[in-house]
């Protein structure tokens, strides 16, 4: 476990070193097809929580507090009140919700549609975009839908844009951290599987960040998508074929 978790956060981290984000994306998809989702989810836990920390740290975070707290307010609600079927039930369901989650933001990824502005209407489309990001995050682990969509329509600049995903993925981070500790005692005999993932997540974060200014984003874009979309797919034929 300690391997394979210390593999899984290094390649993570990269694909978030290089594009912001991408690290509970990776992890859980990778994770996923070697154990438990709700054990996956609770070794993602501090290396995506520490790594976004790290992105929240700016200038521009008063500012965002007072645009984005709606979406955080409803990712926690979502993600400790969801009424649908949680990790703790690893079997039919879960994995191929995955999947769907996989595909699906893998083909937004790829296509790289400009959402439109949420103009006036930002903070009731906030709450929700937030209830069902934590939603789907209590069923699968993943929060990117349809946070990202979301704030990116919000048309940010860039250096906003970072910071706003580092802290609402910190946000959804604490929520998934909470609504995994109901599940039991998921930590147990894992502690060194995580601090090495932790640490491998945060050298990966780095090498990222230095592959960044070698790769073009568009083509990166496009291969870290793409392997989206085709794990999604085997996970969803393997939930399948189960």
Known sequence: MVALASG????AGVVKGVSGMGLPTVSMALLALLMPPREAAALLILPSLLTNVAQGVGP????LSRRLWPLWLGTAAGTLLSPFADLRNAGDGVRALLG???VL???YGIAKRRPFAVGRAGALVGSLAGIFSGALSAATGVFVMP???YLQ???LAKNELVQALGLSFTVSTIALGARV???GDVWHGASTAVVCGTIAALAGLALGARIR???HPDTFRIVVNLVFVLLGVFIIFRDVMH
């Open 60 to 63: 521009h975070w008063r500012t």
């Open 8 to 11: 899984v956060f290094l390649v």
């Open 100 to 102: 769907a989650v996989l």
């Open 181 to 183: 500790s109901q599940l």
């Open 105 to 107: 933001y893998g083909a």
């Open 153 to 155: 329509a919000l048309r």
């Open 213 to 215: 200014r070698h790769v």
């Open 147 to 149: 946070m990202v969509p």
